[in-house]
T-cell receptor, first 109, second 114 residues
Framework: GENVEQHPSTLSVQEGDSAVIKCTYS??????FPWYKQELGKGPQLIID?????GEKKDQRIAVTLNKTAKHFSLHITETQPEDSAVYFC????????FGAGTRLTVKP | NAGVTQTPKFQVLKTGQSMTLQCAQD?????MYWYRQDPGMGLRLIYY???????DKGEVPNGYNVSRLNKREFSLRLESAAPSQTSVYFC?????????????FGPGTRLTVT
């Protein structure tokens, strides 16, 4: 089945800096790659996604890139703010969704 | 529109006890899912229901059973709880958009088995 690896497991940045989280997947048939943000005590919330026919997608301060050849995709957050502090999960989807282990992002004011 | 709701929010069980976690969605989605979340392991799929009347095993189904009661409701049952089932459980529903999917999660149930 699909295997998703996510790095780093923890990331600490200063407010205003950029943050990058990377994921790799194993099954080239995966065609949908969502990113979820999970705040303490809450369920994961979809923040951005990308489909296999697109290389890059941007929504305000967040962007996702996909390299199908290398089977990796990344989340980029620019101008980070303290409220961006959370755990972020990537996932790769064929029929069911397989998740990475998560990245705990801390933005220091 | 409440999205995906789960009950209870917290539960403590003793080893060997049974319980059912409830999940409901009001988005008219066909597919529903149960995940467990453990530290450092992300979200792992326990069972899913692609449509009303069907259920299938995921990555970690042992020790669990599910029921798709109707299109809205999907319950997860622990027949004889074990400490290894201490976890946070999330229910999700999914909608197909073209050839891909968008998945929405409930707030979770934190279960402790002593």
């Amino acid at each position: 089945g699909e295997n998703v690896e996510q790095h780093p497991s923890t990331l600490s940045v200063q407010e205003g800096d950029s943050a990058v989280i990377k994921c790799t997947y194993s099954d080239s048939a995966s065609n949908y790659f969502p990113w979820y943000k999970q705040e303490l005590g809450k369920g994961p919330q979809l923040i951005i996604d990308i489909r296999s026919n697109v290389g890059e997608k941007k929504d305000q301060r967040i962007a996702v890139t996909l390299n199908k050849t290398a089977k990796h995709f990344s989340l980029h957050i620019t101008e980070t703010q303290p409220e961006d502090s959370a755990v972020y999960f990537c996932a790769a989807t064929i029929n069911d969704m397989r998740f990475g282990a998560g990245t705990r992002l801390t933005v220091k004011p | 529109n409440a999205g995906v709701t789960q009950t209870p929010k917290f539960q403590v069980l003793k080893t060997g006890q049974s319980m059912t976690l409830q999940c409901a969605q009001d988005m008219n989605h066909n597919s529903m899912y149960w995940y467990r979340q453990d530290p450092g392991m992300g979200l792992r799929l326990i069972y899913y229901s692609a449509s009303e009347g069907t259920t299938d095993k995921g990555e970690v189904p042992n020790g669990y059973n599910v029921s798709r009661l109707n299109k809205r409701e999907f319950s997860l049952r622990l027949e004889s709880a074990a400490p290894s089932q201490t976890s946070v459980y999330f229910c999700a529903s999914r909608v197909r958009t073209g050839t891909t999917y968008e998945q929405y999660f409930g707030p979770g149930t934190r279960l402790t088995v002593t």
